[in-house]
């Protein structure tokens, strides 16, 4: 079994909606995330998936993201924008993009010390 991971970072606000916290104010982060995929098999040229298409993947994703206010998007409005809900939003865009790879987690940073993992069970 392989495990390959890419990583990317974008820049957005968001406030937390019902947080009794300054976190309830607007205010942005720099997020970092880590997306790992799976496979057993690889290719001819002994590759299991390409790095460049993954990233563009991730790109593809990270761009919906970045320089917004996550809190204005579509599926931010029904899921408070928290690094939990990042997290499994990246996931789930994701894996519908990387078929038949199969997803091991997502890993979402909103700051150094301060980071979420989702995977699915």
């Known amino acids: ?14 406030f937390l909606r019902d947080y009794s916290g300054q976190c309830r104010n607007l205010h942005g982060h720099t997020w970092k ?13 002994g590759v299991m998936a390409d790095f460049v298409e993954l990233k563009a993947h991730l790109q593809s994703i990270m761009s919906q993201l ?38 091991v987690r997502v890993q979402v940073w909103e700051s150094d010390r301060a980071d979420v993992v989702y995977y699915a069970p």
């Open 1 to 14: 079994m392989f495990e390959l991971t890419v990583r990317g970072e974008f820049s957005s606000a968001h």
């Open 33 to 45: 995330v880590a997306v790992t995929v799976k496979g057993k098999t690889l290719n001819k040229i």
């Open 66 to 103: 970045d320089h917004a206010c996550l809190n204005d998007l579509k599926y931010f409005k029904m899921h408070n924008p928290t690094t939990e809900n990042i997290a499994r939003f990246i996931y789930n865009e994701y894996e519908r993009l990387v078929k038949p790879l199969k997803m």
